[in-house]
């Protein structure tokens, strides 16, 4: 079949249907989540989107994203060897165009009517796209595909890809919430007798913390405090590629309203804590949060977050909660079970590609860890 590619570099020029056909069935290639990143991207990121047609009808939508390394420090831990580190990967890497979301972790870089294209026919397609992207906006030091699970990966796998390396660094955590989980404590019941004990012990921690939601005028106020409290968090990360801008929140809420949750954690007024969430249909992405570095420890706040998250998945009836792949034995601790994700990577110079797993391997950091089974079994 043939198809019609159209490049958008705003969310205005987007079709009228855009959400009706996307949109609508992923609220992370919406318009009003666009818009959000319009407005509060990092430094480092632009955003463009590709219209897909067939016979002049809109059957899909694909995102990408432009990153810049130039003066960006990806690597935070151990200054001496992150220096060196930063030294390589901007050489190698200045710039780099993802087919996918930086921002969130899984699927959420395109979006097809399946009833006008095939499986088989998509990834080929996608492929026409980057390069499309690399030809008509910017050519970038590396290309990649980004967060795909096992069954999509492999329609990668023939000659065209022959020059991609294959990559997957942590799995996405997630959690199915299950039907006969009514309120939290049917949850918390079918938690073994010492996981069910951590998870009261940790809630009692939080008795005299005031837990609230954040509305607009909320999170405007409260904005200085939660970037602060979000470089706590982004600061120890070991690898970062971006940091968001201080007006993130405040343009989530604004342009994705009731689908984007924000909860503070409150000491004596303070803001000492607070996370996100975005509602995605059946699903639940967890998204940045922060807390206070010095009460963290004392009051198991991330152990509360995540727990507090459930319970919210419960009460609102969701069926998953997607949480991400950092902190993956704390977040297997209440229930997550890790699900192995995928990508796509090519260096654009050809004597780089050919060395692109070993550079890959070397600066990217592997965390070990321990899956727990909090069920009863």
Known sequence: MSY???????????????????????????????????????????????GVFYENNLIGGVLFQYLNFQNHSTFQKNRIWCNVRNFFARRFSKDVMILGNNMLTG??????DTYNITL???????????????????KTSLIIYKDYQSGFIKQFKNHKYKNYFTFSVQPTMMLKLKDNW?????????????????AKSAKKKLTEIDKRELNLDEIKKHQKEMNILYQNVAENAPFNTFFLAENHFESMKKNINEKFKIFGYFSEQKLIG???????????DTYFLGY???????????????????????????????????????????????????GLMKHNNFLFNRFTE??????????????RKPFKS
């Open 4 to 50: 019609i590619l159209k490049i958008y570099q705003t969310v205005s020029d987007l079709p009228e249907n855009w959400n009706v056909l996307i949109g609508n069935h992923n609220i992370m290639l919406s318009k009003e989540y666009f818009q959000a990143l319009e407005s509060s991207r990092p430094e480092n990121m632009d955003c463009y989107y590709i």
């Open 107 to 112: 699927q959420n870089g395109f979006y097809f």
């Open 120 to 138: 088989e026919e998509v990834a080929p397609l996608l492929e026409v796209m980057v390069q499309k992207m690399q030809k008509e906006i910017r």
């Open 182 to 198: 009514e309120i939290f404590d049917d949850y918390l019941n079918d938690f073994s007798t010492k996981y069910r004990t951590r």
């Open 274 to 284: 607070f996370y996100t969430l975005i509602l995605n249909n059946d699903d639940i």
């Open 292 to 342: 206070d570095k010095q009460l963290q420890k004392e009051k198991q706040i991330y152990l509360n977050m995540l727990l507090d998250m459930v319970e919210f998945g419960i009460d609102n009836q969701f069926k998953r909660i997607i949480f991400g792949r950092t902190a993956l034995e704390i977040k297997s601790t209440i229930g997550a079970e890790p699900v192995e994700i995928f």
């Open 358 to 371: 070993r550079i890959f391997t070397s600066v990217t950091p592997k965390t070990e860890w321990i899956q």
